[in-house]
Nanobody, 124 residues
């Protein structure tokens, strides 16, 4: 079993930055792929960014490419999402997730473990 705990969400003005963190604990594969997703009320959860633990494969949604950066500190078992130039439409609950295998996927159904989510609100 893997536990994921997100932090770093909050209220920020448009154009500002936030960094989300996701600490993984418990039994886990050292090479499991991880990702960030987000969800707004009434909409499906959507992928934001994902990467393999060794960093050889990284994927970004088109709407965040060039603004967000995903990274993993394996020594700390922590994944980050650096979000710059935030827009109003980036407001959502952000979730981190982990797979049980190393293969990179972006569909939610491929992820086995989920955090509780952290709210990001971008104001004008």
């Amino acid at each position: 079993q893997v536990q994921l705990v997100e932090s770093g969400g909050g209220l920020v003005q448009a154009g500002g930055s936030l960094r989300l963190s996701c600490v993984a604990s418990g039994r886990s594969s050292s090479d499991a792929a991880m990702g960030w997703f987000r969800q707004v009320p009434g909409k499906e959860r959507e992928p934001v960014a994902a990467m393999t633990r060794n960093g050889d494969s990284i994927w970004y949604a088109a709407f965040v490419r060039g603004r967000f950066t995903i990274s993993i500190d394996n020594a700390r078992n922590t994944m980050y999402l650096q979000m710059n130039n935030l827009k109003l439409e980036d407001s959502a609950v952000y979730y981190c997730a982990a797979r049980s295998s190393s293969e990179l996927h972006i569909q939610t159904t491929y992820y086995d473990y989920w955090g509780q989510g952290t709210q990001v609100t971008v104001s004008s």
